[in-house]
């Protein structure tokens, strides 16, 4: 049985800015996608702006990305359920299952067992904590062993 239990809280203004892709389960959206982030802001409508973007097979390859939006149904009783949609009127579930208090890594899911994601505020995780949210995915029953891990570009130092 997988654990699908959100976050019991969730700051929205401190969630949203860039999220770097660190590993996820292989899907048709984004297969084959390298140097994946996804952006969060908040929409004149008051519901939140996706963009996802990433690179086809290498971080020199083809440039893609994809606008969307979100929202929380029940922001009161269960903030870290999200809908979002990509297509028209097609929305779905986007859990929060664990978030970083400083919200600098996530751990994403769905009411799917097909969908899983690791998420994070930089594109290399430090030493160590990538293990560390591999035992959280496996305490809740996910298989790890099916995550994929996404290419990313170190920031630069200025």
């Known amino acids: 049985m997988i654990d699908k239990t959100v976050v019991k809280e969730l700051d929205l ?5 860039t999220w ?3 590993a996820r389960y292989n899907h048709r959206f984004e297969r084959g996608l390298v140097g994946v982030t996804a952006n969060y802001s908040i929409r004149e409508d008051g519901k939140i702006k996706v963009l996802n973007s990433g690179y086809k097979k290498s971080l020199d390859g083809k440039f893609s990305q994809a606008t969307g939006k979100a929202f929380i149904p029940n922001p009161d009783s269960e903030p870290g359920k999200l809908k979002v949609s990509f297509f028209w009127n097609f929305y779905g579930d986007y859990y929060v299952l664990e978030l ?3 919200y600098q890594w996530a751990i994403i899911g769905s009411s799917s067992d097909k969908y899983l994601w690791i998420l994070s505020r930089t594109p290399i995780l430090a030493p ?3 293990d560390e949210l591999l035992e959280k995915i496996r305490s809740r029953g996910y298989d790890t062993s099916k995550l994929i891990r996404v290419e990313q570009r170190p920031l630069k130092k200025n």
């Open 13 to 17: 203004q401190k969630y949203l800015g």
């Open 128 to 130: 160590g904590l990538y």
């Open 20 to 22: 770097y892709e660190i």
């Open 100 to 102: 970083d208090e400083n």
